[in-house]
């Protein structure tokens, strides 16, 4: 049974940082590739940054490149997304998902997830 659980999530002004992490149990992750998506209320889910455990390659949405940094620690089955430069629109519950085959941005293709963490970035 793999289990991923998020943190780090809170209330941040704009202009702010936050990291998040997501701590991975159940298995050997190193060849994993694991993911962040956000849901804000009333959107679809939709995809962040993605990093493969074996090689630290990682995949960003077009909006969080230069601001957000996604990154692992494999010793600690342990992904980060490291949040700056936060503007109110990044307000969302934040997911972590994990997958042993798929390294992309389609939710529908991650086998794991978190139970997500919130994000709220005030103006």
């Known amino acids: 049974q793999v289990q991923l659980v998020e943190s780090g999530g809170g209330l941040v002004q704009a202009g702010g940082s936050l990291r998040l992490s997501c701590a991975a149990s159940?298995?050997?992750?190193?060849?994993?590739?694991m993911g962040w998506f956000r849901q804000a209320p009333g959107q679809e889910r939709e995809f962040v940054a993605a990093?493969?455990?074996?090689?630290?390659?990682?995949y960003y949405a077009d909006f969080v490149k230069g601001r957000f940094t996604i990154s692992r620690d494999n010793a600690k089955n342990t992904v980060y997304l490291q949040m700056n430069s936060l503007k109110p629109e990044d307000t969302a519950v934040y997911y972590c998902?994990?997958?042993?085959?798929?390294?992309?941005?389609?939710?529908?293709?991650?086998?794991?997830w978190g139970q997500g963490t919130q994000v709220t970035v005030s103006s």
């Open positions: 159940g298995r050997t992750f190193s060849r994993y590739c």
């Open positions: 990093i493969r455990l074996s090689n630290g390659g990682t």
């Open positions: 998902a994990a997958d042993p085959n798929y390294y992309g941005s389609s939710g529908d293709h991650y086998d794991y």
